[in-house]
């Protein structure tokens, strides 16, 4: 499975931002995705998760402001972010696990996108 994430870029403080994932050499349809997010100096955090039939969860941190959903007609899972500040600033990565039910340790997903910069300008 390959996955190309998306869709990053500066935003503005308030701002909003969707970020994309899409794979190919695999369906997503039955895969559970996530959006995790690094920061320099800082762990990679799970931000948003969506499973096989749909469920979410969502960091506290972003929870409220952030919708993550997937288009399984095109391979593709988003990530919406509304009022960003300047903690949202990372690089945004997507993982999908496909045969196996992941945690939100990262360690769970096998499969990666190579990133996307979301930078947020106070």
């Known amino acids: 499975v390959q996955l190309q994430a998306s869709g990053g870029g500066l935003v503005q403080a308030g701002g909003s931002l969707t970020l994309s994932c899409a794979a190919s050499?695999?369906?997503?349809?039955?895969?559970?995705m996530g959006w995790y997010r690094q920061a320099p100096g800082k762990q990679r955090e799970l931000v948003a998760r969506?499973?096989?039939?749909?469920?979410?969860d969502y960091a506290d941190s972003v929870k409220g402001r952030s919708t993550i959903s997937r288009d399984n007609a095109k391979n593709t899972v988003y990530l919406q972010m509304n009022s960003l500040n300047s903690e949202d600033s990372a690089v945004y990565y997507c993982?999908?696990?496909?045969?196996?039910?992941?945690?939100?340790?990262?360690?769970?997903?096998?499969?990666w996108g190579q990133g996307t910069l979301v930078t947020v300008s106070s």
């Open positions: 969506i499973s096989s039939g749909g469920t979410t």
């Open positions: 050499g695999s369906t997503l349809s039955s895969a559970y």
């Open positions: 993982a999908a696990a496909l045969y196996s039910r992941p945690t939100s340790d990262a360690g769970t997903y096998p499969y």
